[in-house]
């Protein structure tokens, strides 16, 4: 078993990226201070061709060093948007017909496990802030909430670690 070097994992390049079809996913990041967890968001969002990020209130914005130092050149590849208010974002992607889910703890939120996506529907999932999630007022546009089942004594995930999880969950059930 030899670990495979870089150049044998057939990835795409930056144009064949922005050519390729995309999984109808955009995620919406809402007021996310770690420029670290924006990085590693992008890069998840690379991994399984995300169509587009939305950088929404203080989360800052490419290029910047630190996002750069876990995006590894991802901020080249996704496509990305700056919005001062995320719920214009919601409104505006309602507009469009994408299903807009944030992902968090509330009354009847859907069980990850429990979520099946609907066929040839594009989704927006919306990851609030590392201390305040959410916004209450994003909530309430959302067509549903999804939550990550937790068992342990702790509360939460970092926000980087649930998009990944959410991400890969929902790109395996696309498939």
């Known amino acids: 078993m030899r670990k495979l070097a870089n150049a044998e994992l057939e990835r795409k390049n930056i144009d064949e990226f922005k050519e390729a079809q995309k999984t109808p996913i955009i995620v919406i990041l809402d007021d996310i201070r770690s420029l670290h967890n ?100 994003a909530i309430n546009l959302s067509d549903g909430v999804i939550e990550i089942p937790q068992l342990g004594s702790k509360h939460s995930l970092n926000i980087s670690v649930s998009a990944g999880i959410v991400i890969w969950d929902l790109f395996q059930k696309m498939k």
């Open 38 to 137: 924006i990085g590693s968001v992008f890069r998840t969002s690379d991994a399984f061709l995300i169509e587009k990020i939305y950088l929404c209130g203080i989360t800052a914005t490419p290029p910047n060093k630190e996002i750069h130092k876990t995006a590894l050149g991802a901020t080249e590849t996704v496509s990305w948007e700056y919005a001062k208010d995320v719920l214009e974002v919601v409104n505006q992607l309602k507009l469009e017909n994408v299903k807009v889910y944030s992902v968090e703890q509330t009354e009847n939120a859907i069980m990850l496990d429990d979520f099946l996506p609907e066929t040839n529907t594009k989704y927006a999932l919306i990851f609030g802030n590392e201390v305040k999630g959410v916004s209450q007022e």
